[in-house]
């Protein structure tokens, strides 16, 4: 797997100070995406353990609330099987900490059904994940005053309660996370 870049201070994407990791590899293609140089699945630097202990590093500051992942698209089967052994290693070391994560993917049509790449690796994703931000960017959906999404079609899902209610619970801007 290649990513595009980390941003290690980013107060963009989640809340709080969080360190962020955009992936390479995209099939979506969504139209006016911010990042289409990101669809390449070649782009970017190869993600290797030396860069996996640059973030975990990165991560140990208080200030830092949380970790964000993102792309491309993380739920790409060639990213999956990459991240969900890294989330995992990353959970394990910062409990305490949210992870979020954006998918141009659908969560209940395409990540649980298994439509998109292994369901085994795409639930241990979701398992380490307290925030996912689902769907397609629609250019005529987009809305800038949307806080974490471009579009108002995208949601911000709340994973451990949809995945303990076997339903959506969507996260508001009161839920501090």
Same mark, same amino acid.
């Given at each position: ?67 964000? +992942? $993102?792309? @491309? ?9 990459? &991240?969900?052994?890294? *989330?995992?290693? #990353? ?19 395409? +990540? $649980?059904? @298994? ?9 241990? &994703?979701?398992?380490? *994940?307290?925030? #996912? ?45």
């Amino acid at each position: 797997m290649n990513y595009a870049t980390i941003k290690w201070y980013d107060i963009s994407n989640g809340p709080g100070v969080r360190v962020s990791l955009y992936v390479s590899g995209c099939r979506n293609h969504c139209k006016n995406c911010f990042n289409p140089e990101t669809w390449d699945f070649a782009y970017g630097e190869p993600f290797t353990r030396d860069i996996e202990n640059k973030i975990i590093k990165a991560m140990i500051p208080d200030y830092i609330k949380g970790f964000t +992942l $993102l792309g @491309g698209d993380p739920f790409e089967p060639e990213n999956a099987e990459v &991240i969900a052994p890294f *989330l995992e290693r #990353l959970r394990e070391q910062f409990p305490q900490k949210s992870f979020w994560c954006f998918t141009g993917y659908d969560y209940e049509a395409d +990540l $649980l059904t @298994g439509k998109k790449g292994n369901i085994d690796t795409v639930m241990r &994703i979701l398992k380490c *994940l307290d925030v #996912l931000v689902d769907g397609r960017f629609v250019e005529e959906l987009k809305d800038l005053n949307l806080l974490f999404r471009g579009s108002s079609n995208q949601r911000i899902i709340l994973v451990q309660p949809s995945l303990e209610k076997d339903d959506v619970v969507l996260w508001d801007e009161k839920t501090i996370i």
